[in-house]
């Protein structure tokens, strides 16, 4: 009964979606490519959840379109053998047990009870699987969340916020567990409000804020661009360096107590200033962003002000 | 990849059995409908004891009749003729006890019958002038022919060879129009043949008032079989259970003088109906216990769709089986299969335990044929199947479990409920009977309306106004239509 | 209890849900009120109708609304999970129960009078056109009159308590759709079921005891002997019912977990 899709990819082209005068969705476009976890991250608010929902033909768009494997998912004969989801707080009947929730659903792929046994075992339920899911914690949600991803062995899965609710010991599973998918050859999109989540996990990152993408690139690459070509320069002299370095057109601003952190000027230049100016530095060294810090870079101009687009982004 | 018709639709009938049955509150609620069916059913048989009312008369095809009438009469062996001219027919109706007010009664009878003995139900033929219809020939309590002369004749006539008897009228009392003639089975050799009178109650709004009629009979003839010279006034079936007696300070009476008979006669020679049976019950009072079933049912449909919005479970659904009308397609199929069961569980049970306890506490229970009870449940299942699905719509809609289960509860009792109500107009109750969901409870309805008895035919007596699968087709069609608007919504909604 | 109180009236407030099953409890009672009034007629001197009764019908549709009200007024907190902000925020249950009671009291009471006094004057406006005039014995309907006082002030009260009385039961089933399904059914199947029982003693007994029967005799103004128990008796069986819904309710608020 499976066709494989030709390309397991979704591809998200121009989504554009309003809520009364709230704009969710504003041309938000981007790919999820086989074989690489892609984190897709953003605040709160940012038109993740929303994005994913239409991704799985749970809301309508005023404009774009959401493809999976090149089919709108309305379309999929058996779509959990395609894409597998996880959304935010999707529980199951709290009198229903995990295996009855899995059970019925593998039915509705036409799926037997033996496939539903080993995806409660991939995620590690076993022993919880015949109780009631009213009683379970956010996790052993979460878990079973996954198990019904996975039910239909689907190359393409998503999931919204899965560490969500998870102990560390869960956050390392869960980790672990992508990667594998990934390495499978499977397309894996998560989506995160916290870049720690992601950023030892995924190959790819699609940064979205105000309902579109602000960054959509792997994450060596964005963690280059995010550190620019800044320098920092560790003095004792602080004041002086910052008026000497900013008065010849650098940018300039003060980022720990003895620390400078300068743009506009390369390295060799610096070190030259500094030297005509008889001011005392003990290092130079090119600036390296963390993650974290291009994460917030990138998302302060969508949250705050206007949105910053790609192009402005990558220079 | 694309969809293609309908081979996916299957597994989505199973998915959602699969939902339904693990969910142990669900199921548990469908037991408790069938329960509640039987139940009620049984309280019905065991709290009312009428072992000590009058026995109710039972006709020649099985039914309850009224057989108490004022009959004036002469044996009859094998064949013979009589013939009458009748003068006058007056009827009164009281105002108060002991006062009486001249009235047209329409089915006050008087007229000639020939009639296998004096016991109550035994077959008969008659033909006789009414208050109101014209000249009718009567047989066998449940048929009735109009004289098609369409004159006002004055004169009858019953002809009886073996079990044929044939009924003519006459203006003048020598040319003759046949009426029709009747094959009465179960007249014996010997029968009892006459004049009669009899007077039914008239209907007074929500209620009725026994009458008395008179009338006057002259030139009285028999011809052959006809045994001795007097003539013998009875009361037939004065202590009968459809009987409701003289007004006050009447009786029965017949007196002779110079050939010329005057006849004081009540009551009336026809099928029972509920009100002249009022310790009768129906097949339908003993499904009482569909009431407590249907809430049942419809607290289910409600949560079978609003249960899935609460978790947002709908998304998890909706991502597994992508083309919503059928899902909501799928819910109402196992809901409907499910409660239907339940439906036909209930009533199989309930019917032949609840009329057998009525039956041994002496109530009477109105007959239905075998296809009439297979109607009844049947119809008591499609009844649960369909408020369950209607539920199941509205909660699709509203998306809220307590507004779906009161809209739906309350379209279809409370309909019900002023339709009991003494209080509510009769025009209201037809109407409610009619249009609102409610309609469909005649499906469980087993009584038949006769032209010929005047009564009080309101759906709070058993008789709707609507027949018993137009009635259900009414709620069908509400399911029908919000399961559409459902649909619609489901698809253009955002889950 | 002040504080308590306050939290819930901003809570009820600040929803749009409540309001409009008020104003459908309201608009749901009058029109249909209106609706039977006007398909009543009276020809002829000596009826035989109360007129007061008749006008006041639509209070058994207009519980209905209410009783959703005062269903979701508790239930919905445990659909979302409020509940447990609500009693982290007053951790005294009795007293979070009893702010829950009387605001619902309060909101009910206020629309309540509105709704029957709005029977009322339809009933008013509409009654003489139907032959229900003096020449026949039937007075215009006024408040001076007390058996239509007493009504029109039970009726008020009546469904004051038929939301009392699902909130307890709310409060003990915690489910919406479940607790609706309970409140209807008590409401609706004792009169159903005193239909099918003929013995007179247990049909009175029936119709003595449900919470609907009993207590909608406060609407009657006329034959007063005919009825299974006294007006005010009546609505005291209803006070019964509620007062039993809302002690069980607030134990197992109070007993059990959140």
Known sequence: MRSTPTHPEVVVAGLRKRYGTT?????????????????????????????????????AVDEGTALVGGTPYRDLRN???????????????????ARDHLLWLAHSQGLGASRVDQVVERVGLTS???????????????????????????????????????????????????????????????????????????????????????????????????????????????????????????TVAASGRDTVTVSGLTADHVVTLLNRGAIPFSEVFAHRATLEEAYLELTRDAVEFRATSPEEVSR | MTPRGWDGFPRLLHAEWTKFRTVRGWTLGVVTAALMVVLVAVLAGVSSDQRDRPVVPIGPDGGPVTDSFYFVHRPLTRDGSITVSVSALTSSIPTSPGNLRRDTVPWAKAGLIIKDGTRQGSPYAAIMVTGGHGVRMQDDYVNDTADPSGESPRWLRLDRSGNAVTGSTSTDGTRWNTVGTVHVEGLGSTVQGGLFVASPPSVQGMGTDVTVSTADFEDLD????????????????????????????????VTESDGRFTVTGAGDIAPAVRYSLPTGGTLKDILTGTFAALIAVIVIGALFITTEYRGRLIHVTLAASPRRGRVLLAKAVVLGSVTAAAGVVGATIALPLGERLARANGVYIFPATTSTQLRIVLGTAALLATASILALAVGAVVRRSAGAVTAVVVALVLPHLLIANPFTPSGLSDWLARVTPAAAFSVQQTLVRYDQVSSVYTPYNGYYPLAPWAGYAVLAGYAVLGLAVAVVVLRRRDA | MKRALHAEWTKTRTVAGPWWLLLGAVVLTIASSALVTSLATCHTAGCHTDTTRLSLTGVHLGQALIAILAVRFLSDEYDSGMIRTTLAAIPHRPTAFAAKAVTLTGVVAVAGSIAILGSLLAGRIILPGNGFTPAHGHPALSLADWPTLRATVGSILYLTLIALLSLGITAVLRDSATSTGAVLGLLYLFPVLAQVIDDPHWQRLLHQIGPMSAGLTIQATTDLHTLPLTPWAGLGVTAGWAAAALAAGGLLLHIRDA
């Open chain 1, 23 to 59: 704009l969710a969705l504003d041309g938000m476009s981007f790919t999820v490519r086989p074989g690489l976890v892609t984190g897709f991250i953003g605040p709160n608010g940012a038109g993740k959840s929303t994005t994913m929902r239409v991704v799985l033909g749970l809301d």
């Open chain 2, 222 to 253: 028999t011809r052959s079989g006809w045994h001795g010279r007097d003539w013998t006034g009875d009361q037939v079936g004065p202590e009968s259970a459809g009987f409701a007696g003289y007004p006050v300070g009447t009786s029965g009476s």
């Open chain 1, 128 to 250: 919880a699987a015949r109780r009631k899911a009213g009683g379970y914690s956010l996790g052993m949600r979460q878990r079973l969340g996954i198990a019904a991803a996975l039910l239909g062995d689907p190359p393409i899965i998503l999931l919204d916020e899965p560490f969500n609710g998870m102990d560390p010991e869960g956050i390392i599973w869960m980790r672990g567990f992508l990667r594998s998918l990934a390495e499978q050859g499977r397309a894996v999109l998560v989506s995160s409000h916290l870049m720690s989540e992601v950023q030892d996990t995924a190959d790819h990152l699609v940064v979205v804020g105000r309902g579109k993408v602000v960054a959509d690139a792997g994450v060596a690459d964005l963690i280059a661009a995010a550190s620019g070509n800044r320098v920092a320069v560790r003095t004792a002299a602080r004041p002086e360096a910052m008026a000497l370095l900013s008065h010849a057109g650098a």
């Open chain 1, 79 to 97: 779509p959990l053998s395609h894409v597998g989801s996880l959304l935010d707080a999707s529980a199951p009947h709290p009198a229903r047990s």
